[in-house]
């Protein structure tokens, strides 16, 4: 088995906001790989620089991986690193790797006529997910209003975003907060993700205001995932610490966990450079009795990492990038009462909508 072309195209796709009356677009990078068996993988990447991966993929990684066998998805990615990065950047490089080895994993599935999650370690099937609804831009009272359609629905675990002000401010934070906590009783789990916006004494100070309504865990709170920074925060708050959803390499990864950083390590297959990578995050998380959970989205591929391994604790449905997905894939797997369940399809068992990537195809 060979490849035989190889191609990357970018895509900014608009997505309907319940409550905002208006758009918010995520864009991708959309991955082909076509084999001289007829058996096509599709990969994806969500992270900025879209222009510079597709570029790079198709006038570097592309002549490259013509002529390879897909199946040796080892082989493969180290030689992408050694011959593409031996000094182990991270950035354009590993989203793009991350595209290319989704693809091909995708291509040994349907080969073996296999989904991915179980080629994978096949350990867990439904998995558990939760709901990222709460976006900075909602005022409090949508907030409140989303957080509660939801808990209707069933879904008993949920995120929002904290750092909503500029400048700072943890009492605004806290109040929203504390705004949803009410609002949904205290038998949801109640997550929160401050995207690096934080210093480290607000984060603390937030810490503090918080700590009374259960807060499941504090997503990425200081600048930079600084793993001295989070490590000091984690000794001085009850709050479960997260982070290294945008992370490439498992060195990063190593670091995080070296530090006594995190309580849950956060891979995400789309930025660390693909299921190959993202196995071995896992495996290392294991080995220090760490969970994994799914953080940065894109859950139609990260749920394969997520159900392959005993460690594997929550996938993330956020709103924008699970709705994305469900516009360019069909009938890709949801959420369903706190789980979602994958499919027995061969591959990633995610068929493209091509009318719409065409669509919104960056021009």
């Known amino acids: ?53 597709k570029e790079f993929i198709n006038k570097e990684i592309a002549p490259f991986l013509k002529g390879k066998n897909p199946l040796e998805t080892e082989r493969i990615w180290h030689n992408l690193y050694t011959g593409f990065n031996p000094r182990s950047q991270t950035g354009v490089w590993s989203a793009a790797v991350s595209t290319i080895d989704i693809a091909l994993w995708d291509i040994k599935g349907k080969k073996y006529r296999e989904p991915v999650w179980r080629l994978l370690g096949g350990a867990q099937n439904p998995v558990p ?12 009272e949508q907030l409140v209003e989303m957080a509660k359609i939801f808990v209707k629905q069933g879904e008993d675990k949920l995120k929002m975003v904290v750092a909503v002000e500029e400048g700072e401010n943890p009492l605004e934070d806290a109040r929203r907060v504390k705004a949803v906590r009410d609002a949904i009783g205290d038998k949801v789990d109640l997550m929160i993700d401050g995207n690096y916006r934080f210093s480290f004494n607000r984060a603390l ?15 990425e709170p200081v600048y930079g995932n600084d793993a001295r920074l989070l490590a000091d925060l984690r000794r001085r708050t009850s ?3 997260s982070a290294g959803q945008a992370e490439g390499h498992r060195f990063r990864h190593r670091e995080l966990i070296v530090h006594q950083a995190v309580d849950i390590l956060q891979p995400n297959v789309c930025y660390v450079g693909g299921y190959t990578e993202g196995l071995k995050v896992a495996a290392m998380a294991q080995a220090f009795n760490l969970l994994i959970a799914n953080g940065g989205g894109w ?19 956020h709103y924008l ?43």
């Not at 991955?31 to 991966?53: K, M, V």
């Not at 100070?205 to 997503?219: A, G, Q, V």
């Not at 699970?322 to 994958?342: C, D, Q």
Request: proline share 8%; glycine share 8%; hydrophobic share 35%.
């Open 1 to 53: 088995m060979q490849i035989t072309n190889v191609k990357a195209t970018t895509h900014t796709i608009p997505v309907d906001i319940p409550l905002l009356n208006r758009k918010m677009k995520r864009s991708v990078t959309f991955t082909l790989i076509e084999t001289d068996e007829g058996i096509t993988g599709y990969g994806l990447t969500g992270a900025p620089q879209r222009f510079g991966i």
């Open 129 to 140: 997910c939760y709901i990222t609804f709460g976006f900075r831009e909602f005022s409090l």
């Open 205 to 219: 100070e937030l810490c503090k205001l918080i700590e009374p309504y259960r807060i499941t865990w504090f997503e």
């Open 239 to 241: 709050i479960p610490i």
């Open 299 to 317: 859950p139609h591929h990260n749920m394969h990492l997520f159900a392959a391994v005993p460690n594997g604790w929550r996938v993330e449905f």
């Open 321 to 363: 990038m699970w709705k994305v997905g469900e516009i360019i894939y069909h009938n890709p797997p949801g959420p369903a009462r706190g789980w979602t369940t994958l499919k027995e399809e061969p591959g990633l068992g995610l068929e493209p909508r091509w009318e719409s990537l065409r669509e919104y195809e960056d021009q």
